[in-house]
């Protein structure tokens, strides 16, 4: 049975940090590129960052140069580290993981509001 579990997220305040994580388990965990999805209130869910299983990274256009995603492949896990957080970053954040069949993980809630 094939589980992405995400944690993480939280409230902060606009500029501040937050570091998702989503652990894998059902997969043969490093030969899927995972990667990291947003939906806001309203919204369709978009794409924020991915990892392939060879380590190359592609960012959405707003969130280039504040986000990182890395993936640990001894611990089945991807992260993403937010920095400079703003409102509009505030959305359910899901991780994905994707081979021939894409999983989906339960989501994260992060709310970026003072």
């Known amino acids: 049975q094939v589980q992405l579990v995400e944690s993480g997220g939280g409230l902060v305040q606009p500029g501040g940090s937050l570091r998702l994580s989503c652990a894998a388990s059902?997969?043969?965990?490093?030969?899927?590129?995972m990667g990291w999805y947003r939906q806001a209130p309203g919204k369709q869910r978009d794409l924020v960052a991915i990892?392939?299983?060879?380590?190359?990274?592609h960012y959405a256009d707003s969130v280039k140069g504040r986000f990182t995603i890395s993936r640990d492949n001894a611990k089945n896990t991807v992260y993403l580290q937010m920095n400079s957080l703003k409102p509009e970053d505030t959305a359910l954040y899901y991780c994905?993981?994707?081979?021939?069949?894409?999983?989906w993980g339960q989501g994260t809630q992060v709310t970026v509001s003072s």
């Open positions: 990892i392939t299983s060879g380590g190359t990274t």
């Open positions: 994905n993981a994707a081979h021939y069949v894409p999983y």
């Open positions: 059902g997969i043969v965990f490093n030969i899927y590129t």
